[in-house]
């Protein structure tokens, strides 16, 4: 009865992974599944608790260090400031006024809300843009490219 509680275990903990991405569910998966195998000697259950600790933390410390910076070196994970989106270009997805932030752009693939950066000025969809400053989750825009 073991192996089949330990391999639930771990299949409960690969699906947790894929809604947090972080590998830390991934790592504590392995350590059922590596203790899954164990208990299939028919080991005590203090042992089987002793296995999964010890595979957990080898594979948290070890394993998950080497997959994230490979993860992230690929460029699969990348996370712009607001210092840096200013001055890029964006293209206008909906109309952009300066009245409200109802209008949206897109900046570096990513939609954003946006406003136009002096006041009676509204840029039309499909025109191009450039991002003078982010505000909360507005990009404020002026035509300059």
Do not use: C, N
């Not at 504590?28 to 999964?52: H, K, N, Q, R």
């Not at 939609?111 to 009676?120: Q, T």
């Amino acid at each position: 009865m073991g192996p089949i509680i330990w391999l639930i275990a771990a299949a409960v903990l690969a699906v947790g992974e894929f809604l947090v991405m972080d590998f830390t569910l991934l790592m504590l998966a392995v350590a059922a599944l590596t203790t899954a195998g164990v208990s299939a000697i028919d080991i005590p259950v203090w042992a089987e608790v002793g296995v999964f600790g010890v595979t957990s933390a080898a594979s948290l410390l070890l394993l998950r260090p080497v997959l994230r910076r490979r993860y992230i070196a690929q460029g699969e994970v990348r996370e712009f400031t607001s210092k840096e989106l200013e001055g890029q270009p964006a293209e206008v997805l909906s109309e952009v006024t300066s009245d409200s932030s109802t209008g949206q752009v897109s900046i570096a693939g990513d939609i954003w809300s946006a406003r136009a950066a002096h006041p009676g000025t509204s840029f039309a969809e499909g025109d191009r843009v450039q991002v003078v400053s982010i505000e909360g989750t507005t990009a404020v825009v002026w035509k300059g490219v």
